[in-house]
């Protein structure tokens, strides 16, 4: 087996039999290890015995790299009850953002009457919901789809 370190300019050098690295190496030297610059002292063939026939101690197994999820916002039909504060809030989540917007603005128009505002509530909640619904399903939707199936 092979080894590259890197030498004090910070460049690598090599390769190296494991029989140099280790009358060589001192334990800061940095040797590559699958594909990773690590201490010469924490990889696998590096172990201090004394004498001939020493055994090299066990060394644990790599711990495997965990992903680490992200913050979103799950694509839930529930969100469309927020509706019920302001039509088009769950579009604008659900990143229908124009459409979202066009709701809020009609909403808005509309105030001066009650029926206005009424009928926009109970259009963006269901609409809210299915589209909603598809986001969960499929996982996309297009920017202008109202009440999809």
């Known amino acids: 087996m092979s080894y590259y370190i890197l030498n004090p300019a910070g460049q690598p050098e090599g390769p190296y039999p494991a029989e140099w690295i280790s009358s060589n190496a001192g334990p800061s030297t940095l040797v590559s290890h699958q594909q990773k610059w690590v201490p010469y002292s924490q990889h696998p063939d590096f172990?201090?015995?004394s004498g001939?026939?020493?055994a090299a101690p066990a060394v644990p197994a790599p711990v495997p790299?965990?992903?680490v999820p992200t913050a979103r916002l799950t694509p839930s039909p529930h969100w469309a009850l927020l509706g019920l504060v302001l039509p088009g809030i769950a579009h604008l989540i659900f990143g229908q953002v124009v459409k979202g917007i066009l709701y809020i603005g009609i909403t808005l128009v509309?105030?001066?009457?009650?029926l206005?505002?009424?009928i926009m509530v109970c259009v963006s909640?269901?609409?809210a919901y299915k589209v909603g619904m598809k986001l969960r399903r499929v996982g996309s939707v297009g920017k202008w789809e109202f009440f999809p199936d």
Do not use: R, S
Request: a negative charge; aromatic letters at 10%.
């Open 116 to 118: 206005g505002p009424l």
């Open 125 to 127: 909640i269901i609409d």
């Open 52 to 54: 001939a026939g020493a």
């Open 110 to 114: 509309t105030f001066a009457t009650l």
């Open 65 to 67: 790299a965990v992903p």
């Open 47 to 49: 172990y201090q015995g």
